[in-house]
Structures are given as structure tokens and as C-alpha cells.
């Protein structure tokens, strides 16, 4: 499974995320962190809702993931990865 989490530098909120993405053990995860502050079209697309999170599908494209709680917790946002990316 390829993520993409769009984030910033000093952004509690992505950092929790992150931290629990790399903490996933139960399905090969693939993460990608892309700083927002270094582009403009991505600065301007995400500045006021990071953490954002995309997920790649077989065809390469790029899906937009509802965005999980700061408070869910692993084994949530393991099944939270299963409904959206797994059984899609």
C-alpha cells in the first residue's frame, strides 16, 4: 500500500498521524511525507487542512482519504486503511 501524507514542518496533528502510519505492522505500508512548504501548488492546495492523505491505486493515481481523527487510535486507523484503501 503506497500513502501519501501531506504535511509541514511543526504540525502536531501530522506528526500523530505519521508516527501511527509508521507504527502499522499488520499490511506492507509504503508512506510518503511531502512537505507542503516546498511547493507552492501544494501550499496553497493543503495549507489550511494538512494532514491530508492520498493513496496510490494500482493505475498510479493519486485518491484522497478521508481525514482520520487526531484521536483514532492504531488498531482504528489500521481498519480506517482496510475499509478506504484495501477494499477498494
Not at 501530522?14 to 512548504?37: A, N, W
Not at 487542512?49 to 494500482?58: A, C, D, E, M
Request: aromatic fraction near 12%.
Amino acid at each position: 500500500m503506497e500513502l501519501i501524507l501531506y504535511s509541514k514542518p511543526g504540525c502536531h496533528l501530522c506528526e500523530g498521524l505519521e508516527e501511527k502510519l509508521r507504527q502499522i505492522q499488520s499490511f506492507d505500508l509504503h508512506l510518503e511525507i511531502r512537505d507542503i512548504t516546498t511547493q507552492d501548488d501544494w501550499f496553497s492546495a493543503y495549507e489550511f487542512s494538512i494532514p491530508v492523505l492520498f493513496y496510490k491505486n494500482l493505475a498510479g493515481e493519486e485518491i484522497s482519504l478521508p481525514r482520520p481523527s487526531p484521536r483514532i487510535s492504531l488498531g482504528q486507523l489500521e481498519q480506517f486503511l482496510q475499509r478506504y484503501v484495501m477494499d477498494s
